[in-house]
T-cell receptor, first 116, second 115 residues
Framework: NAGVTQTPKFQVLKTGQSMTLQCAQD?????MYWYRQDPGMGLRLIYY???????DKGEVPNGYNVSRLNKREFSLRLESAAPSQTSVYFC???????????????FGPGTRLTVT | AQSVAQPEDQVNVAEGNPLTVKCTYS??????LFWYVQYPNRGLQFLLK??????LVKGSYGFEAEFNKSQTSFHLKKPSALVSDSALYFC?????????????FGTGTRLKVLA
């Protein structure tokens, strides 16, 4: 049971290049999330998927796109990378987001991205 | 606007002393509150949560948190700190805005436990 896995662990891009960050979870969770973590700003939500087949914008979606490929996988794409997107990216999942119950999130190990 | 505040960037405490990491929130409706811990070069790990019921919630690694509705606070506590507790701690709340649910995280508090 690997939990939440992310690839790659590290990446260096030049301005204007594109890339996709991969995320997979094996806990049969319905909801998945992408965050970025910057010093002094904590975690900011980029996009989330409350359930398979749905995606919604979070706090900082500009410059990113996502795909919920199936229940397990949720990818984040940078179409034209900019230095402002240098950050650590975390994928997370939770059993659910909607409803009266509230579930904790499980986080992947992160991807450290540098855009030069 | 709905928000979470962690007023201290860093908290220093001597090993064996009690520790408190502060969190206040501003959300409409009943808050669902969480604490997470992040060790260097790792993802966040869940510590504990408050949904309803007893205001004192116990979690992993001997941590507990007290929900105070009147002060809109959810402070993290531990009776006796360990050097291994040194890490970055995040408070989070699940909020609802116009029928949309989301989690809001604080900016984090770095805890340093000194031997």
């Amino acid at each position: 049971n690997a939990g939440v896995t992310q690839t790659p662990k590290f990446q260096v891009l030049k301005t204007g290049q594109s890339m996709t960050l991969q995320c997979a979870q094996d806990m049969n969770h319905n909801s998945m999330y992408w965050y970025r973590q910057d010093p002094g700003m904590g975690l900011r939500l980029i996009y989330y998927s409350a359930s398979e087949g749905t995606t919604d914008k979070g706090e900082v979606p500009n410059g990113y796109n996502v795909s919920r490929l199936n229940k397990r996988e949720f990818s984040l794409r940078l179409e034209s990378a900019a230095p402002s997107q240098t950050s650590v990216y975390f994928c997370a999942s939770s059993e659910a987001l909607l409803g009266w119950e509230s579930y904790e999130q499980y986080f992947g190990p992160g991807t450290r991205l540098t855009v030069t | 606007a709905q928000s979470v505040a962690q007023p201290e960037d860093q908290v220093n405490v001597a090993e064996g002393n009690p520790l408190t990491v502060k969190c206040t929130y501003s959300v409409s409706g009943n808050p669902y509150l969480f604490w997470y811990v992040q060790y260097p070069n790792r993802g966040l790990q869940f510590l504990l949560k408050y949904i309803t019921g007893d205001n004192l919630v116990k979690g992993s690694y001997g941590f507990e948190a007290e929900f105070n509705k009147s002060q809109t606070s959810f402070h993290l506590k531990k009776p006796s700190a360990l050097v291994s507790d040194s890490a970055l701690y995040f408070c989070a709340v699940r909020a609802v805005t116009s029928g949309t649910y989301k989690y809001i995280f604080g900016t984090g508090t770095r805890l340093k436990v000194l031997a």
